[in-house]
């Protein structure tokens, strides 16, 4: 598993944002091969801090518990996913953090694995789970939803107009033989798409992909449970750091962050606040923290993160 590889996004605003102190203890919630984690574990280990791992990915999980190894007894390693970080916090014993990070999205290392399906690059079986111990595959949600639904999940989660049309081709290709094959599902989306209408420099398939596989880990409905529920396990002045890659993901930290520094719930039309909520988080980031050049020369896949954080008050 030391072929395990991911370059951390963002290493440098991640530890300014974060500033972990020795003694805290920290939560990286998508620990991928544990790069964030490492550099988060030099700085709170020591005074007996602690740095809690969790990711639904057992090869991660394996890598990082490798890369973390020298820290002992300072790291907690958890299989599961990150919308559940209440009940996997209440099972370690600990009730408040000090501090957390959430690096969404998919690493570079099941991008690049044969056998996981999340790439069009190369053919593979169409996979796509982040845990492969549960959960639909990308070829059950290909072969087997409605195209009405179809539709939805491409138009949604990929934010691709010719969503209609791959729905239907997809439809048709699988009533003639089933969608298993990576490289067949990018065929027909490409057969959807006028080549008239083919991007420059974007794949024609990237959005379907992107879709699917959010619609296949439950992305989306993950980091809107397990974001809040970090948020509230925060101590006062306890900071939270969150890494999206694309304008779904980024749009809910950005929505939620606000709920919380905001407070009041009341409708707008009311004069007053009569609903007593008050700010439970202060937001430190106006505009989302974006990679550098040099960054984003070294690792393209940085081009699109944007970082967000809060402080707990």
Avoid at 243 to 251: A, G
Wanted: some cysteine; overall charge positive; charged content about 25%.
């Amino acid at each position: 598993m030391s072929g395990f590889r991911h370059l951390s996004v963002m290493p440098d605003e991640v530890i300014r944002f974060l500033a972990p102190k020795p003694g805290g203890i920290y939560l990286d919630g998508t620990l991928g091969g544990g790069g964030h984690a490492g550099l988060i574990a030099e700085l709170c280990t020591p005074g007996n801090g602690i740095l809690i791992g969790i990711d639904q990915d057992r090869e991660a999980l394996e890598a990082a518990g490798q890369r973390l190894r020298g820290y002992g007894a300072g790291v907690r390693l958890v299989h599961g996913n990150f919308s559940e970080i209440q009940r996997h916090l209440d099972g370690l014993g600990i009730e408040r953090l000090n501090g957390f990070l959430l690096d969404l999205g998919v690493s570079s290392h099941q991008l690049d694995s044969r056998g996981r399906g999340f790439s069009f690059q190369q053919d593979a079986p169409l996979d796509m789970r982040m845990d492969t111990s549960r959960g639909d595959t990308a070829a059950d949600l290909v072969n087997d939803l409605p195209e009405a639904e179809l539709e939805r999940i491409i138009k949604e989660y990929g934010e691709e107009r010719w969503a209609r049309r791959i729905a239907a081709f997809i439809v048709k290709a699988r009533s003639e033989a089933p969608i298993e094959r990576t490289l067949h599902l990018a065929d027909i989306v490409k057969g959807a798409i006028p080549k008239a209408k083919w991007e420059e420099r974007i794949h024609p398939a990237t959005r379907t992909f992107q879709a699917l596989r959010i619609a296949v880990n439950r992305e989306l409905e993950s980091l809107e449970q397990g974001l809040r529920g970090a948020i509230d396990r925060l101590k006062p002045g306890g900071r939270g750091v969150v890494i999206s890659f694309h304008s779904l993901e980024d749009r809910i930290v950005k929505h939620i962050f606000r709920e919380y520094a905001s407070g009041c719930t009341c409708p707008r039309h009311l004069p007053v606040c009569v609903c007593g909520n008050q700010p439970r988080v202060r937001v430190l980031t106006g505009r989302p923290v974006t990679a550098t050049a040099e960054e984003t020369g070294q690792n393209p896949r940085a081009r699109s993160a944007k970082l967000r954080a809060v402080e707990k008050l």
